[in-house]
């Protein structure tokens, strides 16, 4: 069971798919963590944002937003699609596990606003919300400022050790994830 938990919390960063190189002017806000009230002992706020700006127009960017799956080199889960029309607000994903047919959990677009910002809505395969990520496109200047935002209530991860793991720990690599996961989009981009 525990490993099934740090695999979890794992494919949500990889999800996020975004590590730190500052010198490609990534914009990163710190990742930030609230004891959710009541389950303190159990579940924590994975609350983790990150940006950067890319030299191009939000038409340029924005299939890359809708195909993550074309940037995302270090993504350990991979979307697959499963069901609704590709492109469209209620289409579904399977986020895959590593190289096998089981998935995490699901995906689905919640909210597609072309060139301007895509939500998607991260659901348990066995039904539930865990919560929600947002990529938003803005013009800034020359270019577009890309933010990346994912909220979700996560369950406390337990190490190999049978030990919780500590939060920022966890959102602290998370955010990295998130970042390099922008950098390399940005890197794409202007190519």
Not at 36 to 42: F, L, M, S, W, Y
Not at 74 to 79: D, E, G, Q, V
Not at 129 to 153: K, M, S
Request: net charge negative; glycine share 8%.
């Amino acid at each position: 069971m525990a490993g099934i938990i740090v695999k979890r919390a794992f494919a949500l960063a990889a999800l996020s798919s975004l590590a730190f190189v500052p010198q490609l002017h990534a914009q990163t806000s710190q990742a930030t963590m609230q004891d959710t009230a009541g389950k303190a002992d159990r579940y924590f706020d994975f609350i983790v944002h990150s940006e950067v700006v890319i030299a191009a127009t939000p038409a340029k960017i924005w299939p890359y937003i809708l195909d993550t799956n074309s940037w995302r080199s270090k993504a350990r889960t991979p979307l697959v699609h499963d069901s609704g029309e590709p492109g469209a607000v209620g289409e579904r994903f399977k986020a895959m596990a590593d190289g096998g047919d089981d998935f995490h959990y699901f995906v689905v677009n919640a909210e597609l606003v072309p060139e301007q910002r895509r939500t998607i809505r991260l659901d348990k395969k066995e039904g539930g919300l865990i919560g929600y990520a947002t990529w938003t496109l803005t013009p800034d200047g020359a270019g577009t400022r890309v933010e990346y935002h994912v909220y979700c209530q996560q369950e406390t991860m337990i190490d190999e050790n049978g030990k919780p793991m500590a939060k920022d720990v966890i959102l602290g690599g998370a955010h990295k994830t998130m970042t390099e996961g922008l950098v390399l989009l940005k890197q794409l981009v202007e190519r």
